[in-house]
């Protein structure tokens, strides 16, 4: 499942049509708290963030994703980024940063790669369990 959590419901939209799949389905959420009151329910995935929105932003989800120990892949998009803002997401743990307007390719390749470091790490943990 892909999460997306953006302010913008034209980027959530856009977002939720392009990643949605048979095999992947797509839930979309308009602030990081609505994320956040869900995020018991998010078992596997990845988690698609703008990076600024009110309350809580990109990067503080990021953090609070990982405080509570899940351990879902995430990726940052946004409009006003840098390269500042890029390394610190990146220090903070997301798996990508894009800028937007990106393009459809980009977020398929980030949201791919995403999903298949997850199948790694799963597979890495389930060997570390029959040991």
């Known amino acids: 499942m892909s999460s997306i959590v953006d302010d913008d419901e034209a980027v959530r939209k856009s977002l939720a049509f392009l990643l949605g799949t048979p095999q992947v389905s797509v839930r979309s959420y308009e602030t ?13 995935g990845c988690i698609v963030t703008d990076l600024r929105m009110p309350e809580i932003d990109g990067l503080e989800l990021l953090r609070r994703v990982k405080s509570l120990g899940v351990d879902l892949p995430v990726i940052i998009i946004t409009g006003h980024g840098d390269i500042a803002l890029a390394g610190k997401a990146l220090e903070a743990g997301a798996v990508d940063f894009l800028e937007k307007p990106f393009d459809d390719e980009a977020i398929l390749a980030a949201v791919r790669s995403a999903f298949r470091q997850q199948e790694r790490d799963t597979m890495r943990e389930t060997k570390g369990m029959e040991v």
Do not use: D, N, S, T
Request: no cysteine; glycine share 8%.
């Open 32 to 44: 990081a708290v609505a994320f956040l009151a869900h995020i018991g329910r998010v078992e596997r």
